[in-house]
C-alpha cells in the first residue's frame, strides 16, 4: 500500500501563496487517482481537489476553482497543490489521498496523509 506525506503548510496573510507537497512512498502513485481534502475544528473534511492517476483530468471544489492547482510529477512520485489568492476561510489542515484506479475521482479514498496546517491571517 501507499505511505502520503503532506508538506508545505504554514502561517501566511490573506492574498499570499502556498504551495503544497504530497509525497509517496510504498507504490508508484500512478496506481491512483489523487485527491487534496482540508479539514476545519469540528467541521466535516471536505474535499478541495483531485487529479486523475494520469494526471490529464483535474476535478475542483467551486470555491478553488480558479485560485488552486493540482498537478502530480510522476518522476517524483509527489502530487502538489498550488494555492493562491489564500483566503482567511482557506485555514484548515490539508490532506492528501489516493483512491485505488478502480474508483473514480470522487472515491472512496483510502490512503490518507498526516495533514498539514494552513493558517490565513487577514
Known amino acids: 500500500q501507499v505511505q502520503l506525506v503532506e508538506s508545505g503548510g504554514g502561517s501566511v496573510q490573506a492574498g499570499d501563496s502556498l504551495r503544497l507537497s504530497c509525497a509517496a512512498s510504498?507504490?508508484?502513485?500512478?496506481?491512483?487517482?489523487m485527491g487534496w481534502f482540508r479539514q476545519v475544528p469540528g467541521e466535516e473534511r471536505e474535499f478541495i481537489a483531485a487529479?486523475?492517476?494520469?494526471?490529464?483530468?483535474?476535478y475542483y471544489k467551486d470555491s478553488a476553482k480558479g485560485r488552486f492547482t493540482i498537478s502530480r510529477d510522476g518522476a517524483k512520485n509527489t502530487v502538489y497543490l498550488q494555492m493562491n489568492s489564500l483566503k482567511p476561510e482557506d485555514t484548515a489542515v490539508y490532506y492528501c489521498?489516493?483512491?485505488?484506479?478502480?474508483?473514480?475521482?470522487?472515491?472512496?479514498?483510502?490512503?490518507w496523509g498526516q495533514g498539514t496546517q494552513v493558517t490565513v491571517s487577514s
Open positions: 510504498g507504490r508508484t502513485l500512478s496506481s491512483y487517482h
Open positions: 489521498a489516493a483512491t485505488p484506479l478502480y474508483n473514480n475521482y470522487a472515491g472512496p479514498y483510502h490512503y
Open positions: 487529479i486523475s492517476w494520469s494526471g490529464s483530468s483535474t
